[in-house]
């Protein structure tokens, strides 16, 4: 039996336009003549209304659906823009949300012969010509020109059928369409599928930019940044990469002063420090890249790495070139922020004869007074029998509260100048404080040398009678790696204090200049109150299913985001743009990994 797959076209057409003579096998002859088509295709297809054509107030009652060509079919992704044009000129610009096949013809090819010939024959595309090729389209913005400035507005209005649909290959339309600034702090470049979205410009990539500008409000930064990844996502390496944007920058202050944005970035793992190096790894080819592109790279000279001096403890510093100072954290600093001593759960009746005992303390010793002093104080069996008689502190409250108050010696006035000392330095316009903790093996002397470093700089910017003016007329950003450790919600009276600080901090940023620059992998333990302050999230690869939830993206991207190669990420920022996917840098900008 002869297989229909195997059939095969024989003779020659006719040359130079001139006809031929063919015959079959039965002795009949007949004339062929050449054909060519008119004109060349434009587009990738054409809007179809088979099956309706609908543009709708609500997202999901929208149905537009464009029928592709053969010739273009194995270009189209998933997430890929599109341009349908309008007859007066203007263009809706979409993305492709679904793709199919459909039969053209009716016809049954789930049969044993069906499938047996598509098994030994050779596949060259000539049966995708018995299918449809449709692709859904979601519309995103209405382009029109405003006086020759493309501009966007929300979809108002229906394509026509049979309208030639194209591929969205304009940098300045695509930019409009997703409401990507011109300008701004680079994040990396769009992308689509894991790849980067080519144009016929040059560069060929797009880059996205965050506002960065008083042109539409406030400047992003100072909405917050979160960067969510799990291990091996490329978490520090894409921080570096945006944290080298901000420095050098200036930001106005209400006096009308322009001072360089101060970065404090606390440290678990001993790598910002780098930030100070060049990377050896990126080629004269790659710079002359980010210079036109307008990246900031290379190692950043203004950088200061403060060491917390924790007895016990010694750092090491052959990893980066960056200068040292060590610092301490004197007592006095509990007096405002008494829960830094507190050191494990306390509920409120606790919290509340510590708050007593240490009110106490300072009133009679003063603002010099020291731990080693209060643990003295705590220590007296008179005054613990004088406040359980008054009825103050029962004496089993005040024993609990002296157990917590415990164990604080190697973090308290150490062997260095007080970080209050030393604002000035600390708090640099213009300047990268990196505070690093990977020497400090005791987690909770880790915790109250961060909390209480990032207490007195947002208690600074948030006081109406500052005691450090550098602080509170300095554009600041704070940076906090590993931010699930600091600012979970726990629920314990001091952890409900540093939340509440740090919330304010938060919905203060936008008036005071201050920015939370949040990296973590379990975005799922930072506070709700503080999370939903954050404007801007890059989302890398994370695998969790409840953890991508609680980053609350939307549920197109969500979906990419266990599949994501390291750098791949999805940017949800919704007064910078639509949410859209990026690429990183596949180099960092700085110094960055150990020898």
């Not at 096998?25 to 004339?31: A, S, Y």
């Not at 306390?346 to 003063?366: P, S, V, W």
């Not at 008179?382 to 002296?402: C, F, N």
Request: net charge negative; hydrophobic share 35%; with cysteine.
């Amino acid at each position: 039996m002869t297989d229909l797959g195997d059939f095969q076209a024989s003779g020659s057409g006719a040359s130079d336009g001139e006809n031929s003579t063919r015959s079959t096998d039965v002795g009949e002859e007949f004339t062929e003549y050449e054909a060519e088509a008119v004109g060349t295709d434009r587009g990738i297809g054409t809007v179809a209304v088979s099956e309706g054509l609908v543009i709708a107030e609500e997202g999901e009652e929208c149905r537009i659906r464009a029928y592709v060509t053969t010739g273009n079919r194995s270009e189209i992704r998933l997430g890929s823009y599109l341009l349908v044009p309008y007859p007066d000129g203007e263009l809706l610009f979409s993305r492709i949300t679904a793709l199919e096949y459909a039969r053209e013809f009716q016809a049954d090819d789930a049969t044993e012969i069906h499938a047996r010939r598509a098994m030994r024959r050779t596949w060259n595309g000539e049966a995708e010509r018995d299918f449809k090729f449709v692709a859904t389209l979601e519309p995103v913005a209405v382009l029109y020109d405003d006086g020759g400035e493309l501009k966007r507005r929300m979809t108002d209005r229906v394509p026509k059928p049979d309208a030639v649909v194209r591929r969205a290959t304009d940098t300045e339309e695509i930019k409009t369409g997703l409401k990507i600034p011109e300008e701004g702090v680079f994040l990396g470049h769009l992308a689509v599928g894991g790849e980067r979205v080519r144009t016929a410009a040059s560069p060929p990539t797009i880059d996205y930019r965050l506002k960065d500008d008083y042109a539409d409000g406030d400047p992003l930064v100072f909405r917050h940044t979160l960067v969510a990844g799990g291990t091996g996502s490329g978490k520090t390496h894409s921080t570096k990469n945006v944290l080298r944007q901000y420095l050098g920058r200036e930001y106005e202050m209400d006096d009308g002063r322009t001072p360089g944005l101060a970065v404090v970035q606390f440290d678990p793992q001993d790598e910002y420090a780098q930030m100070h190096d060049d990377n050896p790894q990126v080629t004269a080819e790659q710079a002359r890249g980010f210079d036109r592109e307008g990246i900031s790279y290379g190692g950043y000279d203004d950088t200061t790495v403060f060491v917390p001096s924790v007895a016990g403890t010694s750092y090491e510093a052959s990893h980066h070139g960056a200068e040292r100072v060590e610092f301490t954290i004197p007592f006095s600093m509990v007096r405002s922020n008494k829960w830094l001593v507190a050191g494990a759960s306390l509920n409120d009746n606790q919290y509340n004869a510590l708050t007593h005992l240490l009110e106490r303390f300072f009133r009679q010793y003063g603002n010099g007074g020291t731990y080693d002093e209060f643990t003295t104080f705590l220590d007296d069996p008179a005054l613990r029998e004088e406040l359980d008689e008054s009825g103050r502190v029962h004496e089993a409250t005040y024993d609990a509260v002296k157990r917590r108050a415990w164990g604080f010696d190697a973090v308290f006035d150490g062997d260095a100048r007080p970080i209050t000392e030393m604002v000035h330095e600390f708090v640099r316009p213009g300047g990268l404080s990196v505070v690093p903790t990977y020497h400090v093996n005791d987690s909770r002397a880790t915790e109250v040398v961060v909390l209480a470093v990032a207490s007195l700089l947002i208690d600074e910017k948030l006081s109406n009678d500052p005691r450090f003016d550098r602080i509170k007329e300095t554009p600041l950003v704070i940076g906090m790696d590993e931010a699930h450790n600091f600012l979970s919600g726990a629920d314990s009276a001091q952890a409900g204090r540093v939340i509440g600080k740090f919330t304010e901090a938060a919905k203060q940023g936008r008036k005071e200049r201050l920015g939370l620059f949040l990296v973590t992998q379990d975005p799922q333990d930072i506070a709700e109150s503080i999370f939903k302050q954050v404007n801007t999230k890059l989302v890398l690869n994370l695998g969790d299913e409840e953890v991508i939830r609680a980053v609350n993206i939307p549920g197109s991207l969500a979906g990419k985001v266990p599949y994501m190669e390291k750098g791949q990420a999805v940017v949800y920022s919704p007064d910078n743009s639509e949410p859209v996917e990026l690429c990183g840098l596949s180099v960092c900008l700085t110094r960055h990994g150990r020898d």
